[in-house]
């Protein structure tokens, strides 16, 4: 039942990014060209997001539990260590010359653009590329590190 | 391309967004971070696969359904140079896995909970990414 929910989710997921027009990286770039002729579509995007997740947020830190009873899986660390800048620095360049971030690339599949599948083929590289080297340098995978059922974040 | 400020579409889409991110919070008791199922999905056991392929799955049917519903009246517009495009990938790939989530995972999840580490990346990769975009576009130019 959990991967019919987790289909669900994921479609709503795509059918959003796809009615923000999310999916073309020419929007999100006009976004990030703040200096340029500036589209502030994903401001609004990413506040209404917030919005509304922030709510389900709310609600499942007051229940202490999933709807179906179980416990949550989620991120507890809270310490800033470099690798997070340094992360989210790479992708910010990334993610600023192309004009598309993990989400957008996959669901833009759809269309079977040439171009799009080249970055989501690099962009998986990168992933693999990333996590054997950390299992080989006997690390692990970051984001699997400190998942317990605790909301608290 | 030039696209022009489309509220309505993006607050509707936005708002969907964040229903499933907060649908998938409640069922699965899981952050909806696509770099984070992504990177699980090759990585992780056995038997916490297959709900990291449907999720996956639905986003270009999401994607398919959600173009329909609007016409396409967005658009699609993509760089057309295959290096830049490799870079951009590779970075979005390795920084992603680095820094423990995207725009998603980071910015609406993350952000969601009030988590301090999902506020410093989203803010991080925000400034990063428009400063790349100045750099490419009004200082190199022609990108």
Not at chain 1, 19 to 32: C, D, H, I, Q, R
Not at chain 1, 102 to 109: D, E, K, R, T, V
Not at chain 1, 118 to 123: D, H, K, S
Request: a positive charge; aromatic letters at 6%.
């Amino acid at each position: 039942m959990k991967n019919i929910y987790a289909l669900i989710c994921g479609t709503t997921f795509g059918v959003g990014l796809a009615v923000s027009g999310m999916t073309n990286p020419a929007k999100v770039l006009g976004f990030l060209d703040v200096a340029g002729h500036w589209d502030a579509t994903l401001a609004l995007v990413m506040g209404s997001a917030l919005l509304v997740s922030a709510v389900a947020a709310r609600f499942a830190r007051q229940r202490g539990s999933t709807l179906l009873g179980e416990s949550f899986a989620l991120p507890t660390r809270r310490d800033l260590d470099p690798q997070l800048i340094t992360g989210a620095s790479l992708f910010g360049i990334g993610w600023g010359l192309v004009g598309l971030c993990p989400g957008p690339a996959l669901a833009g599949l759809v269309r079977g653009n040439v171009e799009l599948l080249i970055f989501v083929g690099a962009m998986i590289t990168g992933v693999i590329g990333y996590r054997l080297a950390m299992r080989i340098l006997d690390q692990g995978p970051r984001d699997a590190g400190g998942v317990t059922g605790s909301m608290a974040s | 391309m030039e696209t022009t400020f489309t509220p309505l579409l993006g607050l509707t889409g936005g708002a969907l967004i964040g229903l499933a991110a907060g649908l998938f919070l409640l069922l699965n008791g899981r952050v909806a971070g696509i770099s984070g199922v992504l990177g699980g999905s090759i990585f992780s056991a056995r038997g916490d696969r297959a709900w990291r392929f449907t999720f996956i799955a639905g986003l270009p049917l999401g994607a398919a359904l959600g173009t329909w519903l609007t016409g396409d009246a967005l658009g699609f517009a993509i760089a057309s140079n295959p290096a830049l495009l490799i870079a951009g990938g590779l970075l979005v790939g390795v920084g992603t896995q680095l820094g423990s989530g995207c725009t998603s995972g980071h910015g609406v999840c993350g952000m969601a909970r009030g988590s301090r580490r999902s506020i410093v990346a989203t803010v991080t990769f925000m400034l990063v990414a428009g400063l790349t975009v100045y750099i490419a576009r009004h200082l190199i130019g022609g990108l």
